[in-house]
């Protein structure tokens, strides 16, 4: 069975830092896609980044590039959200998500393409 569990999310101040780590178990399971998404209160999960495992290209929204970076380890069962210069926009549940398979690279973007989701972590950023 597949396991997706996040973890460093917390309640910061606008422009400070956090780092959040997705851990995958499953003995079988050999990812070929990580991704975060997040969901605020009363809006629609979103993509944020995510990076494929096989060519270890990156992917991120507008909303975050230049301030947020994915990383996943060698052995693919670990990934990383760094995010700095955090703001009060940036204040949802941040979900974990992997699969072992992508339709094609562009489609790294979309919610359906993963079948594995954390439970999610909570960051809150104050102004």
């Known amino acids: 069975q597949v396991r997706l569990v996040e973890s460093g999310g917390g309640l910061v101040q606008a422009g400070a830092s956090l780092r959040l780590a997705c851990e995958i178990s499953g003995r079988s399971f050999a990812a070929n896609a990580m991704a975060w998404f997040r969901q605020a209160a009363g809006k629609e999960r979103e993509f944020i980044a995510a990076?494929?495992?096989?060519?270890?290209?990156?992917f991120y929204a507008d909303s975050v590039k230049g301030r947020f970076t994915i990383s996943a380890d060698d052995d693919r069962k670990t990934g990383h959200l760094q995010m700095n210069s955090l703001e009060p926009e940036d204040t949802a549940v941040y979900y974990c998500a992997a699969t072992s398979y992508l339709r094609d690279l562009q489609s790294i973007y979309e919610e359906n393409q993963y079948y594995y989701w954390g439970q999610g972590t909570q960051v809150t950023v104050s102004s």
């Open positions: 990076v494929s495992l096989s060519q270890g290209s990156k």
